[in-house]
């Protein structure tokens, strides 16, 4: 039997070999303590996950103001940088490849995560219209965010740099900006959230992409583009989003980072994270003629569904999130037929310590 096409080998924008094209994708879990920075329970998790051909991690903080997830880890200090190398070396023992996701929360956060810089930054002031979030005083109401000036947003592609850089010296093999689910890259993008009248946005397509251009060429400085990735959400509501030009926009914004050579661009196009509803959801098929760079689907994806977005030329690599946690040797389950375990409950997503986290059996019943 010929063997499925998502554990053929698939190699990044000529230069990165994936043994497999099965991708852990970003997910936060929140484990890293007040410190922010990963730890050896860090690197246990992802090397038992290290017989992905990629793994991207969690996504991990540019800046302090950046910060809105309690337990989320940064790379912006030198310290966290260091704990990082332990991360990836570890992982490339292990025969893995590990990208850092690259975050910004924007409006996705609260003053109580950055006490010195205040309230959280956006595009614009337009609060998410959501009941409350997490964050380190308890559940709060949300802030309405400052909209950022010109300076602060100059500043703030400076920050990705810088993290790009960091990610660079901790020895990862690349990294992805995340500019999906509602966070500043994406609330830059949308007309949902962004109403300014300057040359960051408004109606203007090319406006609304500016912040992304500026953070991919910051990013483009540090790493080679067969090295970088960019992550969006077209159908996404998650934190409040969604815009009724979202058909037009996404082909375009990608249209755009084609010029780049890009290594992949990565969808949540999978409707399990929460869909908008303001049209007809996008799919990975709208999204081929848009760009020569690899394409990677996320989001709800099972095995067989995955093997047909492959075999079917819409994407390249599938990443594969909430089974991953409980199954940390997902290629090999997919290969050998092996029962899959149950997705997680949502308690132990985001909650500290290693319940949840590290304490789930490969198939045999071991534990790496
Ligand atoms: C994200 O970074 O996109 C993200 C983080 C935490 C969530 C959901 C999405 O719960």
Known sequence: MAPSPLLTPFTLADDLKLKNRMVLSPMTRGRTGDMQRPDKMTAQYYVQRASAGLI????????????????????????????????????????????????????????????????????????????TIHAPIGKVP??????????????????????????????????????????????F????????????????????????????????????????????????????????????????????????????????????????KLGEPMVMADFRKSTSSALMANCGYTKESGEKEITDGNSDLISYGRPWITNPDLPARFETGAKLANDPPVGVWYSPGPKGYVDYPNADGTIV
């Open 56 to 131: 991207i991690t969690e996504g991990t903080l540019i800046s302090t103001v950046a910060n809105g997830w309690v337990g989320a880890p940064e790379i912006y200090s030198k310290g966290a940088t260091l704990a990082w190398k332990e991360v990836t070396d570890a992982v490339h023992a292990a025969g893995g490849l590990i990208f850092c996701q690259l975050w910004h929360c924007g409006r996705a956060s609260h003053s109580s995560f950055h006490a010195k810089e205040g309230k959280a930054v956006a595009p614009s002031a337009i609060a998410i219209n959501e009941p």
């Open 142 to 187: 949300h802030e309405v965010p400052a909209p950022m000036t010109v300076d602060q947003i100059k500043e703030t592609v400076a920050d990705f740099e810088r993290a790009a850089a960091n990610a660079k010296a901790a020895g990862f093999d690349g990294v992805e900006i995340h500019g999906a689910n509602g966070y500043l890259i994406d609330s």
């Open 189 to 276: 993008l949308q007309t949902k959230t962004n109403k300014r009248t300057d040359e960051y946005g408004g109606e203007s397509l090319e406006n609304r992409f500016r912040f992304l251009k500026e953070v991919t060429e910051a990013v483009l400085k540090v790493w080679p583009a067969s090295r970088v990735g960019v992550r969006l959400s077209p159908n996404g509501v998650y934190n409040d989003q969604g815009s009724p030009d979202f058909r037009e926009a996404f082909p375009w914004f990608v249209e755009q980072l084609d010029k780049y050579k890009l290594a992949y661009i990565h969808f949540i196009i999978g409707l399990g994270f929460g869909f908008h």
